[in-house]
């Protein structure tokens, strides 16, 4: 029990101490606070004072059941308890509250951001067109060489009172570069939905411009064979047919010889063949209207007529599976890295550059590798054409939304520059066509000034006059005709006359011939009468030879008889 109240009182005297510890630290922190709040951190400190002497009994208390069953060991002082006063709780319900403040502000100005950021793209996008494949990497040529952002004081004046409706005196006019880069990464599909615009029925969205050539060359003839079905369906008669043809490739004849043949091989065509050339006749076309203005913006061959390929899509010597590859190649070389010759000017724009050895050559020839500004122009000539190729008789367009395509695919600066690239080939097709309807009129003319082949117009003259002196043998022919019909009529009425004679001579023949029919059978009869008859007249001379000489035995013997006997009379 001594040993017990001895450990008691060592404990109380560690609380004793630890309280005095904790009045001496509360003491202290009393002092560094503000006089306004003395009092009630004694009153605190009072309470922490009667709380700790109320714990140290308990403690007491349980140290005198443990004494019998542990030492006493010596815990040191213990830590004052945390204090929180009216202005820490203030100021914490002031963090709460202040913290999702500004989170919510930070999260509205991190959306606005990125709203702009996103904004900006897309205008840029709408501007610029897709990215190609090979700008992930690095920034290409044609980003480096965009033109510059040009603004006059005046413009940027307009613009921004129209947004904010205040007026500003001054106002810096922008002359800069455009900095931003587009790279394939950058097309997600938040991204690519924004500037299909999938509500205004642009299907198909790609991120890259190599994605969109690709995507053409596996839709695209899928998409001519289609249509030239569907025009083939519309017809109902040969003479349709018929007509859909003549529209459709006399047009792109090449020649009056073509023109000659395509009408020649439409005149033989019948049944099945007939459809078939119909669809083939369309989907040549198609491709014409496709291939055509591109060869004019990138022409293939242009010194010898004789390795032209796309002026002759009309020609049946090239089989339409020949034409698609013509497309192929073209939509290929949209994307090559290196000129070809058979889709860029053809064998002269290399063969020059390789043969010369001069500096200025050597430069040129480092430049055959073709670089994004090439590209992207080809690329948007192309999605500029295909927006504009009809179907022949339909009057409805290849692709529906084929315009707004190339305008979102391309971007509005090649989608413009295109438009203008493309009305001049299309001027130039129309000189072609022009010119061909010269030559064939007036005719070619010969080299070293030897004159010209006879046009059109002087065959025309020829067929003239001799249509004149063949009417003339008409005429002549006609009079003759016309004595000839009387001498017909003439003997025509003769020939009646003598078909009518035969006729009653027939007649009379035959009733001739039922006559003697009768007399023959009458004269059968007495044929065999007679030769009844003559039969039994057969051995009437020997009967009668017999009878003569029976006759005459017996006149004898009655003359022996009777004469007189004795002498004579």
Known sequence: MAKSKTKQKTKTKQLDDEDELQVKSKADADADDVDAVDVETDDADAEDVDVDDADAADVDADAGDDDDDEPSVDEGPTAPPAKITKLVIALILLNWIAAPTFLFLAVIDNNVRMQYAHRTLLNYIQIWGLPLDDEQRSASLSMDTRP???????????????????SYSDYAAVDEPVPLRIRPSDMSEAVLADVFRESEGIPDPVPTLDAEIKRLKDSLPGEIEKAAAKVLEAQKSDDDKRAIIQKTLLSIAWGVKQVRDLDDMLAKTKGADLDRLVTESVQRRIYYDILAPLNVFRPGEIKDAKNYKIEKLSDQSYTLDQVKSFLIERLDHALADEYKAETHIGEDFISEKKTTQDVQTKKELSSLTRGSVE???????????????SVPTLDVKLYPKGVERAQVVSGLYEFTSSSLRYVQALQILEERIVSAIKADRAGYMLAADKGSTPGATAEIELEIDRLVKLV????????????????????????????????????????????????????????EQLHKALVELSDAGERNFRLLDEITAIERAMQKKNAPKGGKK
Do not use: C, M, P, W
Request: proline share 0%; net charge positive; hydrophobic share 30%.
């Open 148 to 166: 510059r952002t040009k603004l006059t004081s005046e413009q940027v004046k307009e613009v921004v009172n129209k947004r904010i409706r205040k």
């Open 375 to 389: 590209k992207r122009q080809k690329i948007g000539f192309i999605l500029f054409t295909l927006g504009h190729v």
């Open 472 to 527: 003339e043998l008409i005429d002549s022919a006609q009079k003759r005709l016309d004595d000839l019909r009387d001498q017909k009529d003439k003997f025509q009425k003769i020939f009646e006359q003598r078909t009518q004679q035969h006729k009653d001579t027939i007649e009379k023949l035959r009733t001739a011939r039922g006559d003697t029919e009768k007399y023959v059978k009458e004269l059968r009869v007495l044929q």
